[in-house]
């Protein structure tokens, strides 16, 4: 055995390596996994070990070479490289096996690799634009990411879909990366820290697992509410969740719903994930949505009018997300086309997204609308007169009903005194035909449909 080979910078051997590992692996997969490795050598920092096959070269490189390593630098050795070679059984090295595990440097830690998720470089906090709906939340972020001493533990963001909680996340990882290089900033999804968690119990290492987080400085745990019902993960996460907090490292945390909302969620974690600053992102503003556009546009040197930029911020609600996928079709299609972009441009390559961003408009509002424009009494609407004064307004009502709400023809028909379907088609249709010859007639749906679509 070559366990007794002492390395030159300390008095650490294999044997100590072995035995450390022993002491935080369970007997079976220290059996499988770190009982087959051999000691080769240790030259110039560099730490050579071999194994039989490949396949367990592969295993202890993704998973065990972070602790070896780790283990030799607690000991005192200034170990740089882990190689490991595969070697048959008759010791003969197998040409072209060498697998190496090499930290890139301090900043670039990938012993975490495995738990932390990749950051959008994109997601940054002076790429974030910042309003009504989300300046707490923002501002809380900003706080965690500029504050040395834990301020509120944890921070919990929630928000619908979309509005920006996973950007923020990402900036303060950042922000605390660039000014402190050497703090252990983990950012994962509540979905890959159950992947994770599963992957451990299955291979026996949880010991390994919980040793992962153990040295974490600022977790940040991503849609928590996909836990809810996964009981051992639920478990896990809150004593992950006490023991970061008991050492006063920071915790940020994102879902849905508020902590008292989670429904589903263990009352003892939904008590825990309060105790901190909980920040809601609202829905947006038009305001904050008209920044938004200008300033993704101006990302993208995508050129848009006022009135373009208007009538995004109008149709596209719900959330950035879409707002981002707007964008970017209308620059491909500006592209494609070396055209400028207009608003029925956009009501064209957009069709699909506008029609989901519609915003529920009333026949009610409509026939208010319409009857404030033309100046007549609502009970007109309803009533079974037919003067022109009054007809016609009522079919510019029914036509705007059809056209922007999703009304059937009958449901429009009772709306309106409880006329026929058939009434409602000869509406529509006397108004269309009005519209090619009477341009103040065109002139006045479009108002009314811009008012409406914008109240
Ligand atoms: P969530 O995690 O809340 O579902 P994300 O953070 O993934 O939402 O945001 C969706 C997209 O919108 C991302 O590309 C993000 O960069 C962008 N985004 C969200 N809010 C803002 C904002 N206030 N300013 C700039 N970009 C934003
Ligand atoms: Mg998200």
């Not at 396949?55 to 070896?68: G, S």
């Not at 440097?105 to 910042?130: G, H, M, Q, R, W």
């Not at 900033?185 to 992947?195: C, G, P, S």
């Amino acid at each position: 055995m070559e366990d007794e080979i002492h390395f030159n910078d300390s008095n650490l051997s294999w044997d100590n390596i072995s035995s450390e590992l022993k002491k935080s692996l369970d007997k079976d997969t220290f059996q499988n996994w770190i009982k087959p490795i051999a000691f080769e050598s240790y030259q110039n920092n560099i730490l050579s070990l071999s194994v039989p096959t490949r396949f367990l070269r592969d295993w202890i490189i993704k998973n065990y070479a972070p602790v070896i390593k780790r283990i030799c630098l607690d000991e005192g050795s200034s170990i740089e490289i882990l190689k490991i070679i595969v070697k048959e059984k008759n010791k003969r090295i197998i040409p072209g096996t060498e697998a190496i595990y090499q930290e890139k440097d301090e900043e670039e830690d990938t012993y975490y690799d495995d738990i932390s998720a990749p950051l959008d470089p994109k997601c940054t906090f002076d790429n974030f634009i910042v309003g009504k709906p989300n300046e707490l939340a923002y501002a809380a972020a900003q706080r965690v990411a500029e504050s040395e001493v834990v301020s509120f533990n944890p921070l919990f963001l929630y928000g619908g879909v979309g509005l920006g909680k996973t950007h923020l996340m990402h900036a303060v990882a950042w922000a605390i990366k660039k000014r402190s290089p050497k703090k252990n900033v983990v950012y994962l999804t509540a979905e890959k820290f159950m992947y994770q968690f599963i992957k451990a119990l299955r291979f026996k290492n949880i010991m390994s697992f919980k040793e992962q987080f153990r040295t974490v400085d600022v977790l940040m745990i991503d849609d928590v509410q996909f836990i809810i019902g996964k009981d051992n993960t639920q478990e896990e996460f809150f004593h992950t969740f006490n023991t970061l907090v008991d050492k006063k490292r920071q915790i940020i945390i994102s879902a849905d719903k508020s902590p008292a909302d989670l429904e589903g969620l263990e009352d003892r974690l939904k008590s825990r994930l309060g105790w901190g600053l909980v920040a809601d992102i609202h829905p947006l503003t038009y305001e904050l949505r008209l920044g938004i556009l200008q300033s993704k546009a101006e990302q993208k040197q995508l050129t848009l009018s006022p009135e373009v930029l208007e009538f995004l911020a109008n149709k596209i609600t719900n959330n950035v997300r879409e707002m981002e996928g707007a964008l970017n079709r209308l620059a491909v299609h500006a592209s494609l086309h070396q055209s400028e972009i207009t608003v029925e441009m956009v009501k064209d390559v957009l069709k699909d997204l506008l029609r989901t961003n519609s915003r529920k408009i009333t026949i009610d509002e409509i026939q208010k609308k319409v009857t404030e424009h033309y100046n007549i009494r609502l009970s007109d609407m309803h009533s079974p007169r037919r003067s022109r004064s009054i007809a016609r307004p009522r079919q510019v009502a029914m036509y705007l009903a059809k056209s922007i709400t999703t009304r059937s023809l009958p449901e429009i028909g009772r709306k309106f005194g409880g006329r026929d379907h058939t009434t409602v088609i000869h509406a529509i249709k006397t108004i269309e035909e009005i519209m090619v010859n009477d341009p103040s007639l065109a002139e006045d749906i479009e108002i009314l449909t811009r008012i409406l679509q914008t109240s």
